[in-house]
């Protein structure tokens, strides 16, 4: 890597201080609204640690007014801004949390695991209030939507630095009129999605304070629940209207506006979408039939929404885990790991990365019959694959399985069970939230450091945290533009 030295530059600070300050102020804004909440409510203390948060964001963002915009944005500062965004926003959830009594550890676990929309949670929910259980639910919903996109959307001007922040290639998909055009429909198709939610949830019988908050971790591919068993002891109905939630959370929403506007006619299916269904009810007739044979007594409700959970990394359960049999772990393990579609707020490696994967793996098997001098073109959606989009997959499906076996590896040298333990770190590591029954209050510290990390980095798709890690990024050459 040394002949490309003289080429790399490290991050310039007054770059990431103007972007991330101006995430901050969209931050400080949206906290504003559990903030009200707990203070109607008479909870004193979250309500005001609420309030010196917003004013510390709403500072730094005025303080980043100063600095001149950029004409230029390189890939790592995207990632530092970004990066530095969930960290300080998880350290910063940490002290309303604290206010309800809970320790810094497991209030930074509870924090970090919202703005990821991981759904792993190691707090006693009984007795807690209104604001709490809805703060829980905000912060996922923030958290699935981003603040990236939101701020894309209403504050930040459109180019090349916004492409950089907001969207790849594979999730813009056939949008027009650009990043800032994409960021709002977006915004759009998830509070209809979420507004659609909370009435269909509504009148489904659920009450006011389980409606928004289900639609909202729903959505989001979230899991926070307001009661430690999630969604056991709802009727059928509501879990069936909470699982088509999750799923319309987990397709990439440059679906739903393109079929809305018919952007593209003679493509009327999108594979990621088709991929994510086939995936769900496979891995539900496998459990099932293999159910049958009498290796366990699950009932239907509890395996399909285990696997839609698993598949679209949402985290809710109708059924404890624990006591799911290893084999039926390692088939929600393998789901867990795929996730959702590009462009949706499900984790995982996507769907359209395991698309990539085939379709050069197919390409690959295809060339060895044909002569030297041949080319096989690579396509996916009817898109040709470059060198740069195979780079981008290969990359994160590598660093994802790194983080993965390093962290297996922390659990293992603590003496728990190996399938229980790389389901859990799975878990953590796709955003998804469902536990073996190892997460809890008691786990060693230790470990819930390595979960808390491995949830920021299945957010940031771990890449754009490891560059953010790296010394070169911070040390070195800068552009003077």
Avoid at 424 to 429: D, R
Avoid at 469 to 480: A, H
Wanted: aromatic content about 10%; overall charge neutral; some cysteine.
């Amino acid at each position: 890597m040394s002949r490309y030295s003289a080429l790399r530059y490290a991050v310039r600070f007054r770059v990431v201080g103007k972007y991330l300050s101006q995430l901050f102020g969209v931050l400080a804004l949206l906290l504003l609204v559990p903030g009200l909440l707990a203070g109607f409510g008479g909870e004193t203390q979250a309500a005001l640690s609420y309030l010196v948060i917003s004013i510390i964001l709403a500072t730094a963002a005025l303080a980043g007014r100063m600095l001149p915009e950029p004409e230029t944005m390189q890939r790592n500062e995207a990632a530092a801004v970004v990066s530095l965004l969930f960290v300080c926003s998880s350290f910063l959830l940490t002290l309303p949390i604290m206010s309800y009594g809970v320790s810094f550890a497991d209030a930074w676990f509870e924090a970090v695991s919202g703005v990821t929309t991981t759904g792993l949670s190691t707090i006693d929910l009984t007795g807690k209030p209104v604001g709490f259980l809805f703060a829980r639910a905000w912060s996922q919903w923030i958290g699935g939507i981003g603040v990236v996109v939101l701020a894309l959307a209403v504050l930040m001007r459109s180019g090349h630095a916004a492409s950089n922040l907001g969207f790849g290639k594979q999730e813009m998909g056939n949008a027009v009129g650009g990043t800032r055009a994409h960021a709002r429909r977006v915004v759009v198709v998830y509070l209809s999605l979420t507004a659609a939610g909370i009435s269909a949830l509504w009148l489904a019988g659920a009450s006011p304070l389980d409606a928004v908050v289900y639609a909202m971790t729903s959505v989001s591919t979230g899991g926070f629940a307001n009661s430690d068993d999630s969604l056991a002891g709802f009727s059928g109905q509501i879990v069936f209207i909470v699982n088509l939630l999750c799923l319309a959370g987990a397709v990439s929403f440059h679906v739903y506006y393109v079929s809305v506007l018919r952007l593209n006619r003679s493509k009327p299916f999108d594979s990621q979408l088709i991929a994510l269904l086939f995936m769900i009810a496979f891995v539900a007739l496998l459990i099932m039939v293999i159910d049958q044979l009498g290796f366990s007594d699950l009932a239907f409700i509890e395996v399909i929404t285990a696997v839609i959970s698993a598949q679209t990394t949402a985290g809710f359960s109708t059924a404890d885990l624990s006591r799911f049999p290893l084999w039926m772990l390692l088939l929600l393990t393998a789901a867990m790991f795929v996730g959702g579609g590009i462009g949706s707020t499900s984790g995982g490696i996507k769907v359209g990365r395991l698309l990539f994967i085939s379709s050069w793996m197919r390409s690959y098997f295809v060339s060895t019959s044909l002569p030297d001098s041949a080319y096989v073109d690579i396509q996916v959606d009817q898109q040709p694959v470059t060198t740069e989009d195979l780079q981008e997959v290969f990359a994160v499906v590598g660093a994802f399985v790194a983080v993965l076996l390093v962290s297996w590896l922390m659990f293992l040298i603590h003496g728990y069970a190996p399938m229980k333990a790389l389901f859990e770190v799975t878990s953590a590591l796709t955003t998804t939230g469902l536990s073996s029954g190892l997460t809890s209050a008691e786990l060693p510290g230790v470990l819930k450091t390595v979960l808390c990390l491995n949830m920021l980095f299945g957010r940031l798709e771990v890449v754009a945290l490891l560059v953010v890690l790296m010394p070169k990024t911070w040390l070195g050459i800068r552009r003077r533009v």
